[in-house]
């Protein structure tokens, strides 16, 4: 475990676990504890966007572009015997990373709006499915955004992916939270997509990694 997390750390810049690792999580949490104490609600909708949005840009920083076609970002791994192992553990620990990430901050939310807001008939206090729910949904929609992002290596591509994954987010939980879908099949479906994603992003990268190897 601990050379994977070193591998995982081996990519991240000091700005990138400066802000993704302490900045972010403490203002999210911040966020959602004025929501609680001082309007009574929950601010699941906006740190929806925000997370999204975070998890989509930062990824630039981090791997971003290392599946384009004449990426030169990971040549320095060639240096290694370890080259391909350290990037396979990598890739698995920023996918477990942003997972374990969202599931308590979507948590301690839940725990800061039941908390602060009992007994006072506040229609936005979410379930726990629900809670899933924002979870699997920031992780879905931010993990298609990297995905697809990872193919180019410039920062607008990132940022309009940013953009567009957090509207959609929003619109379904919103959506979702209105009682137009079951909360619990979105929670298998997204679960069911989720998997797949996370399969899909570490082979696609994998593949460009064996494949540089071979200046393919």
């Known amino acids: 475990m601990k050379d994977r997390v070193r591998s995982y750390l081996v990519f991240a810049t000091r700005g990138y676990k400066i802000v993704m690792l302490i900045v972010l999580p403490i203002f999210l949490l911040a966020v959602d504890f004025i929501a609680a104490v001082v309007f009574r609600g929950s601010a699941m909708p906006a740190y929806i966007m925000l997370?999204?949005?975070?998890?989509v840009?930062?990824?630039?920083?981090?791997?971003?572009?290392?599946?384009?076609?004449?990426?030169?970002?990971?040549?320095?791994?060639k240096t290694s015997?370890?080259?391909r192992q350290i990037m396979k553990s990598a890739l698995i620990?920023?996918?477990?990373?942003?997972?374990?990430?969202?599931?308590?901050?979507?948590?301690?939310?839940?725990?800061?709006?039941?908390?602060?807001?009992?007994?006072?008939?506040?229609?936005?206090?979410?379930?726990?499915?629900?809670?899933?729910?924002?979870?699997?949904?920031?992780?879905t929609l931010s993990l298609l955004g990297i995905f697809l992002c990872r193919f180019f290596s410039y920062l607008w591509v990132n940022l309009l992916a940013a953009y567009v994954g957090a509207i959609v987010g929003v619109v379904i939980f919103l959506i979702a939270a209105g009682g137009f879908l079951p909360v619990l099949l979105m929670d298998a479906v997204l679960g069911i997509l989720g998997a797949g994603l996370s399969v899909l992003a570490v082979k696609t990268a994998m593949l460009k990694v064996e494949g540089s190897y071979y200046d393919k």
């Not at 997370?51 to 998890?55: F, G, H, P, R």
């Not at 920083?61 to 030169?72: R, T």
């Not at 629900?130 to 949904?137: F, G, P, S, T």
């Open 93 to 139: 620990m920023d996918l477990v990373r942003r997972l374990v990430f969202l599931v308590v901050i979507a948590g301690v939310s839940w725990l800061f709006t039941i908390i602060f807001t009992a007994g006072e008939g506040v229609r936005a206090k979410p379930g726990l499915w629900e809670v899933l729910l924002v979870a699997l949904l920031v992780y």
């Open 81 to 83: 015997a370890r080259g």
């Open 57 to 77: 840009m930062s990824d630039n920083w981090y791997l971003g572009g290392i599946q384009e076609k004449n990426s030169q970002k990971i040549d320095y791994l």
């Open 51 to 55: 997370l999204i949005m975070a998890e």
